[in-house]
């Protein structure tokens, strides 16, 4: 398949599922469930004691209101675009917000948090939400979705949803590749067995409580990160190539065991959404996109941490984000996030129908 076809077949996906949504104007499923790290994290870490947050400005400058959400981004995440392409018209609710009770439950919930991992220990270090707490989270909050419409329009909201999986990033950059007692003791090979184990707990958990659709991001090119090149790679300012290598020989893995989850599950649908070959296209032919600047980020210089380097005293944050990949020295822009949720869409539209 050419390129231009390849474009243009995914172009017809997307219109063929915004008639759907517009003839049926209700979202094409009951409910939208995230879980994950501060890809997808919409401010459930503003409600912990942590250091890493994000609801300060200039964090969602570009937002529908302006202000900062806790969204490690200057606008919309990649999960809140794939909301608005399921035609819902808010996004799910970080669970641990007051808004998050009675009504506002029923359309789903967001229990991600920033520096959380297949690893329960990534997310220890941060003081944030581990992903196995995110799944008591959901437990409680399957319990309160009970409570409100009854045990069998539950199960029918749980199994017509999308389950929605964005982790691993922190494992890699904020615990493995600084802590001596783990990068000495295990290959990043051995390292990704590890969170695979966890991984497929986590799946199996879900399905035991119901879901049925779940898309799981692979992990993006780590290596490219503004951050990740500026502490770990050399002068060349190019990608750090064996953090890459790890990153897609762990999504690898992510494909294959997922693919003996969804054999070995009754009715399981389970995707591998890639997220790394579209954003390894932004950062190397960032020009074929629309944009001028994918090595340094729009906030902060660009060359250190997230969050803490990122912050309205930040010099030289730039006017126009829509011309940087990179928002902050570890996140996406907004109009990086489109590109990748249309990639999303397109690769996951099995979990629809
Ligand atoms: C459960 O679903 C049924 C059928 O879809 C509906 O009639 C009923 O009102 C629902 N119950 C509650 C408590 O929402
Ligand atoms: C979902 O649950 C409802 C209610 O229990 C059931 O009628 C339906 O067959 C289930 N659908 C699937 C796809 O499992
Ligand atoms: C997973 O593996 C299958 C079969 O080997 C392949 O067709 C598919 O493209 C892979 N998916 C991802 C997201 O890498
Ligand atoms: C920002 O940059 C984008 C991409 O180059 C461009 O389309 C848009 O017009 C710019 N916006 C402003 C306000 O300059």
Known sequence: ????????????????????????????????????????????????????????????RDFVKHKPTGRFCNGKLASDFTAEN???????????????????LLLGANFASASSGYDDTTAKIYNTISLSKQVD????????????????????IINGSIHFVSSGSSDFVQNYYINPLLYK????????????????????????????????????????????????GDDTNSCVENINKAAL?????????????????????????????????????PMDYGFFEARKACCGTGLLETSFLCNSKSPGTCKNASEYVFWDGFHPTEAANKILSDDLLAAGISLIS
């Open 86 to 104: 399921l035609g819902f018209t808010s996004y799910p609710l970080p669970y641990l917000s007051k808004q998050a009770r009675g009504k506002n």
């Open 1 to 60: 398949m050419t390129i231009s076809s390849l474009f243009l077949c995914y172009y017809w996906i997307l219109v063929v599922i915004s008639w759907l949504g517009w003839i049926s104007a209700q979202p094409l499923v009951p409910a939208l469930f995230i879980f994950g790290d501060s890809i997808v994290d919409a401010g459930n870490n503003n409600n912990l004691e942590t250091l890493v947050k994000a609801n300060f400005a200039p964090y969602g």
């Open 185 to 232: 003791k295990y290959t990043t090979d051995q390292f990704s067995d590890i969170l695979l184990e966890s991984y497929t707990n986590f799946v199996q958990e879900l399905h035991k409580m119901g879901a049925r659709n779940i898309g799981v991001t692979t992990l993006p090119p780590l290596g490219c990160v503004p951050a990740v090149i500026t502490i770990f």
């Open 249 to 285: 020989s762990f999504n690898d893995k992510l494909n294959s065991t997922s693919q003996i989850l969804q054999a070995r599950l009754s009715s399981l649908n389970l995707v591998v959404l890639d997220i790394y070959q579209p954003l390894h296209d932004l950062v190397t032919k």
């Open 137 to 156: 989270f959901y437990k409680s909050f399957q319990k309160k979705l009970v409570g409100m419409v009854g045990n069998s329009n539950t199960s029918s």
